[in-house]
């Protein structure tokens, strides 16, 4: 078997980012941290940890963190069938991956509802938040992809409404004869980054075309509307962020009954299942309450 | 001199992350976008883009992407001497890099002061911003490094208040007999990412000591305040987002009285000085409208 001593210490560098804060979470002195990622990384005959700052893994390095935390799992589901073993060292921490306008909207409220446990929230795009559960860096994500993930489980939360918006002075400017294929393709548009397509596939669905048009690049669901209220560009906001926006007249959207309904999926890892039963349970309620109904 | 009709297909599809929207931008068919970049890696020998969704850059074809963006600056700049010169092509892109508490406050305002450009943010720690910037990746930064990176010229800007703020139920819960040493060791914190370092510095400078403790992972402005009203943790929020719940007892400071100032820069290179100029002022009426003084 692997020397998990070792391991627990090179999984607290690259968590936490440095060999001083990992030697205070495992109660040791960063020197003895240091003697042992060394001595792991002479075993293995490769570089384990980038020295910097922060302290990041190497991909071998990452790849040993995972199954540090694969075994931690293992071992807290273990400890539910044998309640006699004692538990040592922090709350399991659960890593998952999560659209950011799902966290900006309804999933902190089930976070808060899931029993005590520390979350690791990586943030990707729905259409891609299934590859972290794909290359096993995550045990559940919120996605875009109905199809399970091997070993997982998928269950339908239902969609996430999102609106065309921009601020009536910008539509003043932009679409003063109306929002057509060649305004479209002449106002300023918002794009979270290089994997968003929800500007597009909205253009699409009511224009029947893709439209090329200048662009913000903006990777903040917050600042995305702060941009839209501001009068820079019009993006797909979703509905329960600016519902009271559009009902004060803040922000208009570009064409009436007109929404974009996004289905999300909750797809979590089966060898997990006992680990994540309270989480999936508060986050299948959320959702239940908060998304609508599947198009 | 490289030829540049190619550059420009090459970086328009590591730009939109795909052939055909890289082909829309340009007004070209997909196959020609295709054509011109394979032309260009027969003649460097080498990949310059990862084929798949989104498509990417390899190292070479960022650094060539980079190039052409540099270029593109320069003729801009050109533009103001040479009014004569022709525009061709869309707007200017400018690519900033920007601590995601400065975007979630104050920095949408500053873009929506600026003339008329095209943004592209990238988000990064205060502590990091700066290597964007030293990397020749971005055009200005909002960074804690107040020493001007090589080229370029460094202006403060204010320092932003931060709050170690918690919800009063998880006061009562982790704190009954106040805030100390042995208390926040087993309070969970929030932490946006291994590279924040404000709730270790808080605890250093109001009670002398780092102090490990359990953590939530959680890279989000919004969600950081969220999960602060909901219980999850205490964390240090901006003082401008959290000042109405502390006003109406949503939130709670965790000591009275104990801010944490942090200062920011204005970095910009002096090579697009031009450019940035419209910019630069705005970032500075707006700092200077809503920083508090440096510490």
């Known amino acids: 078997m692997l020397d998990y001593a070792l391991l ?39 570089v384990l940890v980038v020295r910097g700052s922060p302290c990041t893994g190497t991909p071998a390095g990452q790849r040993l963190c995972q199954h540090v935390e694969q075994v931690s799992l293992l071992e807290s589901e273990l ?76 269950t339908p939360l239902g969609a996430l409404r999102y609106v065309a918006t921009a601020s009536p002075a910008f539509v003043r400017r932009y679409f003063p004869e109306g929002v057509d294929t ?15 397509r929800l500007q597009a596939l909205w253009t699409e669905r ?7 048009s200048p662009t913000h690049w903006l990777p903040s669901s917050q600042a995305f509307i702060d941009a839209a209220l501001a009068g820079l560009g019009w993006g797909m906001n979703p509905e329960m962020l600016v519902a009271g926006h559009l009902r004060d007249g803040r922000l208009v959207a570009l064409v009436p009954d007109q929404p974009l309904d996004v289905p999300l999926f909750w797809q979590r890892s089966r060898i997990a299942s006992r680990t994540l039963a309270g989480i999936t349970r508060a986050v299948l309620r959320k959702a239940g309450a908060t998304l609508h109904q599947m198009p």
Chains 1, 2 share one sequence.
């Open 79 to 154: 400890r539910h069938e044998l309640p006699g073993i004692q538990h040592s060292g922090p709350p399991v921490t659960v890593r998952l991956a999560v659209n950011a306008d799902s966290l900006a909207t309804w999933f902190v409220d089930a976070m808060a509802e899931a029993p005590d446990c520390l979350f690791d929230l990586v943030l990707d795009d729905q259409e891609h938040s299934a590859d972290w559960l794909r290359r096993g860096e995550v045990l559940a994500a919120v996605t875009a992809s109905a199809k399970p993930v091997q070993g997982c489980d998928s």
């Open 206 to 212: 009511a224009f029947g075309a893709e439209i090329a």
């Open 8 to 46: 627990a210490a090179l999984a607290a560098v690259i968590r936490t980012g440095s060999f001083e804060r990992a030697a205070q979470q495992l109660h040791v002195t960063p020197s003895a941290v240091s003697q042992r990622v060394k001595l792991l990384e002479e075993r293995l005959g490769t």
């Open 182 to 196: 060649t305004s479209l393709a002449r106002a300023p548009r918002l794009t979270f980054n290089s994997k968003d």
